[in-house]
Structure formats: structure tokens, C-alpha cells
């Protein structure tokens, strides 16, 4: 389905773009000046109404639109005539001339493109001069708006000002019986409605069937819906049968409401009445099933908000008495006052009589106006109360709140705020100004709550789709379809709080219009054709490179390392491709950016130089390939197989079975030990020591033979054991082969040691291991005897030959005998390793 709808797209934009290349006509420029001319002489004096402000604004934009369409006029031939004067060559310096021919051809070239350009730019000075005007209309509304909202009204408190309150609910009333009286006195009425009597009746009938039984079919078909679908659809069904509760009472209501206007007996004023109750009675519905949806009854069913249960009730009834008093509010609010603006407006006499007149329904509406916001911040304080201690409680509970949390506690602060300054402006008389916080509140309540319905709704409608589970409720897409219900409520919420609609049109306008970045002007039409193409380019390298990976290369003998350079060179390209068509099919111009982009390299080649050296060494690694996937390498200390190369590094992994990330640029420029490039044959040497005595031919024909014997020793060139020298406690040996494979070396290794030690302990001969002699020259010191009392304890029984006089300076401690010899050290250590490593 969604490809299916890409390719519908797709295919109305292809349509389009020969529609967009049609010759635009160009605007009458003589009644454009007079229109223009007598727009800045009414926005001059100021005395026109905001009704006839308005409708030159929007004169004014249809203006713009069309000098906006001019703009593109002769655009094929101004590109053509370019260049054919780029063709000529540059132009002569100063000083230099050229040939006459040409010369005569440029000036005939810039002159045609001068003509060409003339309707363009009119267009545009046209456009400049309309955008002004518009400009300067939305200044005086704003003005007018701002002087408005800060008027101060009577206060409502002031006992003096209630009786012009009731003045204007008496006014009202007595027109809307005075209509009464005079449709039921007026001939032909009953007769209109006898004749309509029988689609009366059945209009009622209906609607009273709907109003009685409607709620509970909806029950019985949700129960109906639920019983027949798995457990994942169950709430998506529940809230699409949900909707129901507000449609079919709404439906029955507006059928009653169809049958009192058929009946003929209602005028102008009770019609008009009429579609202000049922708009208060779709605002109840509505803000009944929002209360229910957000704060569910059932303590089991998940909510979009975690109130607590005991909570809910009342949550739920604030959310439906606010929905209410913004529906008496808005549309029987905006009746009232309508109607006390129709009776200023065709007052008579003279204009102290019509002030006198002003000032007291602007009093009367303010007296009006004010219980309802003192209802609406008293709930507004109230639920800010709830969204505190909720906050508060989920903060004990968890200490790491989340960002909804914060959220929640920031919009429990603005409410009661909200619902004190509300109330405070309204008693004293900034009547205007309390409405346009309490009510854009109430309606931005509304608002989140809807959102908050619709965003789990997608969510669980995208687990059902998908089949994901409960862990796809928190995943990517559901996360960025909130993100997207966010953006399109943001328009919504700029009309709540006193946006008008030209406001929003000006601002869609000048995005569509685009921004100029460098001198490059980047349009939504510009960004669209840029991503499309580029896409497209993107897709169609992706697809030939898997073509290559899995059909063509691997028939071909190219190596594997090859391959994957092929590959991912071929992905370079194709991505530079697509990137440079994108730009030249969406026409965006770079030259202008040059200057720009070359200032930017500077700083940009010195804070980034060691990523573009792994970069310009991951090339030329893929070109040069002395490294490939698969081979044994060591570098910088580390040993293990190439797993992957990517533009910045390449990841080793270890015999460990961990990946070390290397930067590419170390792979270039330091020293690299590949065990496998090219082929993976390797040589294998095996140190060995026997004991002095044993018999050297046998041993070398012993250790010939265990190598012979193994299956990975290459026999060309064939294995060879040399006698390599005494050792100070071995004879060592050493067998030096090729192995066919040097991944299999330390497995090679342990089976030539096990073989050695079986043959030679079945042969007889010794594995010498390293031995010392220690001789202790002053054995008396440790004995902590003198030096007396150790020679007459040395003294013989009966008198024999003399002693020899002792050392001068006896030395103390432990000596080597190996240390009597000056080579004896360096032998030592040599021997050691040797016989180590025959040990090993």
C-alpha cells in the first residue's frame, strides 16, 4: 500500500513539473498602481474597520501571487541567452580588445537579456511593494488587537455594573420572544408546519431512539468487536468504537435540532440560538469521551496519564465541567456579544448618547463574562493541584522522573497560575486580557488530551500492524508519530493564543517561498526535488552494489578482499553521483557559496584532519588493498583477522574474540604485519634441547621424521632440523618448516611438542631442564660466629700440614658458579629460553 502510494506520488509530480514550466501571464501593471496606491491611502488614515482591512489584505496577497508566478518568466530563454554569452569566453580585460564579431555579439546577447529580464524583475519590485502594504495592514491590525486585549473594562465586582449585565440578558431574551410571538402571529406558519408534520415526527423519533439506546449499542457492539478480535486489536477497536459515544448522541441531537427548524416557528434569532446549543452539546460529548479516554474508569486499563485510580473520578469531572464552560463560553459567548456589537453599531443620536451606549454593554458583557472565568480558573487551580501531587507522587516513586513527568509538572505550575492571574485580571477589569489566558488554556488542555488519545492509538494501531509487541509501543516509529501529531497541533495552538489565520499564511508563504542561505535560496519545492532525486540515485547504487556483491563477483576469480573493494568504491561514487544530480536537477546554484565553503574548508581541514586522513587512508586502503578482510595482520601491538574496512577504520578481531578499532591512517603510515596476504603459507620454527650424552643424528632423524609426518608441513620446500649449538645445559635443536596454512601454527606447534616428548621418552632420551651448584664461601657468617671462633673450631686433633692464611676480604652471600666465566651469563640466559621454549 505504501508503495503503491509513493508510486501514485511520484507520478502526480512528474505530471506537474511540465504544468509549473508553462508561460505564466504577466499582472496588469496599470491596475496594479492604482490598487496599490489607494491600499497605502486607507491604511493611511487608519479609519477604516478591521472587516475592510482585512479584505484589502487579501486583495493585496492575491496581488503577490501573482507577481510571484511573474518572477519565472522567460526563464528557458534568460538560461539559453546566458549561455550563449558564456560561450564567447570572458570578457577582454581592460586594455585588451577582442574581435569585432564577437563584440558585436555580446552587446547583442546582453541586450536581448535585458529584455528578457525586464518582466522579472517588474515582478519582483511589484512583489516588494505588495509584501509592504500587507506588511503594514498586519501592523495596524496587531495594533489594533494589542489595544484591545489591554482595555480596561468596569470592573464586574462593582455592584453599579450587574444591572447592565442584566439589562443585556433582558434585551436578548425579549427579542427572542418578540421573534416568537411574531412568527407564531404570522399567517401560513402553522400551515408550514403541519405539512412538514410528518418528517417531524419521524425526525424525533429517530432522534429519540439514538438519544435513548444510541450509548448502549455502542457498548454492545464494542463488547460485540471485542469478543472477535485478538487480544492486541482489542483497544484499538475499543477506541475506534469509543467515537461512537459522541457521534450517534450528536447525530440524535442535531436530528431534534433539523426537526425544530422544519417546523417553521423558528426565526433568524432561534436559529441562530439553536446552532449555539448544539455546539454546546458537541463540546460536552466531546469533552466527556476525552475524559473518559485520557482517565479511563477501569483501574486496569493502561491510561495515556498514571493518575492514580481514587483520582480519576475527579480528574474526570473537572475535564468535562471545563469543556462546558468553554463551550457557553466560546460560541454562546461570541452570540452575546455580537449581538451587543449589532445594537452599537445602529444605535442613534449623537456620540455622547452612542458612548454612553458603549460604555454600558462594554460593562454588561464584562459582568457576563466574569463568573465564567472565575468557574474556569477555580477548575484550572483545582486540576494544577491534581498534576502537582501526581508529579509529586510519581517523583517518591521514582526518583529518575521522565521527561513526560516534568512536563506535567511544569503544566500543574502554569495552571494554577493561570487560574489566579485569570480571575484577578478579569475582577479588575482587563477583561479581554483574562479571557486570553484562561480560555487558550482550557483549549490547550484539550488539545494535549486529544493528542495524548491519537499518540497511543498509533501506537497500538503500529504494534497491531506490525505485530511487534509490547516493546513496539516504545520503539522509533510510535515515538516519531507523537513528534508529528506535536508539529501539526503547533498551528492550532498559535490560533488558540491569539494567532490570526493571515498570520499563519504569511509565515506558509514565506517557507514555501524559501530562505536565502549564501545566496542560495532553498525552497520546500527545491528541498523536495533534492531529496527525491538524490533518493532515487541512492536507491539505485544500493541495488547495483547488492547485484555485484551476490551475482556478479562472485563468479569472477577476484579475491574477496577485491570484491568488497569494488563494492563499496562503486558505493563512493554512486553517492557523489546522486549527490551532484540532486543538485543540478533541483537547480540549486553553488557558486554563490564558494567563498563561503573555502573559508569554511580552512577551519573545518584543521578541527577535522585526522578524520579526513582515516578517511583518504580508507581509500586508498580499498584501492591499493595491502590489507583485506580475512587476513591475519598485527599492528600497533594487536594480532587478529580483519573483520570489516569502513571509510574512518578497520575492525580487528582478536583471537580473544574482541574487535579493536583501528584508525585507517595507522594501517598507512606505520608498519603492518599481514600473515596472510597473498597466500597463506607461513614458516614454523620449533626449538629443542636434549641432554648432553644423547645421540645428535638420532635426534635430527627423529625430529626430521615427527615434521615429515605432519600433514600441513609443505614437503617443497621440504623440513629441515639443524644442530644449533651447546647450550649451558642442553644440545638444542631446532625444526624449521613451511606450513601450507600459518592460521593452523600453534596448532602445528603443540602437536610437534606432543610427538616430541612421546618418541623421545620411548627413545631414551632426556629433556635436560636448567640445574645450579650453590657454594657458600663464609657459611660461619650465617652462623653468626667470629672469625676466631671458627678457627680454632677448624683447628685438627694432632698437628698436620699448615693451614693457608685466609682471604683478606671475605665476601658474603650466595655466588653462581656460572658467574665464574665471563660468557657464562650470556649463554645462560640464551639456554634458558631454549630450553623454555622446548619445554613448551
Known sequence: MILRFLRIWLVAMFVALPLAAQDVKLPDYK???KAAEEAQHIVAEGTANDQRLTALRVAMVDWRKQFLAAQGANASEIKTVREQIAALGPVPADGE???TAIAERRAELHDTLTKLQAPGLA???????????????????????TDKLLRLSPSPLNPVNWGFGLKIVAALSAQLYDEAAETFAAKGSFGTFSESAPLIALLVLVASVLLARGRRWMNDLSAWLLGKASIRARYVIEEMASVGHILVPMVGFSLLLVAASQTGLAGRLWDELLGVIGSIVLMGLFAAWLARRVFPSRAKYEAPLHFAPERRPEVRRIVLSLGLVLAIWAPLGD???AKAE????TAQGDSDSVNLLAAHIDAGLAVLAFPLLLLGGALLFRLGQLLRVHVKNEAAGCPESSFRTSVMGAVGSLLLAVGVVGPLLGGIGYVNAANAIVWPMVETLLLIGLILVLQKFLAELYVLLTDSGNEGRDSLVPVLMGFMLVLLSMPILALFWGARVEDLVELWVTFRNGINLGGVRISPSVFITFAIIFSIGYAATRILQRALRTSILPK????KGGQNAIVSGLGYVGIFLAGMAAVATAGIDLSSLAIVAGALSVGIGFGLQNIVSNFVSGIILLIERPVSEGDWIEVGGQQGVVKAISVRSTIIETFDRTDVIVPNADLVSGQVTNWTRGNKTGRLIVPVGVAYGADTRRVSEILLEIAQAQPLVMMSPEPFVIFSGFGADSL?????TILSDVNFKIRVLSEINHQIAERFAAEGIEIPFAQRDIWLRNPEALLGRTDAEVANAAKPKAPLEPVPPAAPEPLEGIQDTAALSDND???DGGDGGGGDGAGR
Not at 126 to 143: F, K, Q, S, V, Y
Not at 556 to 559: H, W
Open 556 to 559: 569472477t576469480s577476484i579475491d
Open 732 to 736: 638444542n635443536f631446532e625444526i624449521r
Open 97 to 99: 580588445t577582442e574581435d
Open 335 to 337: 452570540w452575546v456579544v
Open 342 to 345: 449589532n445594537a452599537m453599531r
Open 825 to 827: 651469563g650470556a649463554d
Open 123 to 145: 515582478a519582483v519590485e511589484a512583489a516588494t511593494h505588495a509584501d509592504g502594504i500587507i506588511r503594514e495592514i498586519d501592523d495596524e491590525l496587531r495594533a489594533r488587537a
Open 31 to 33: 491596475t496594479w498602481d
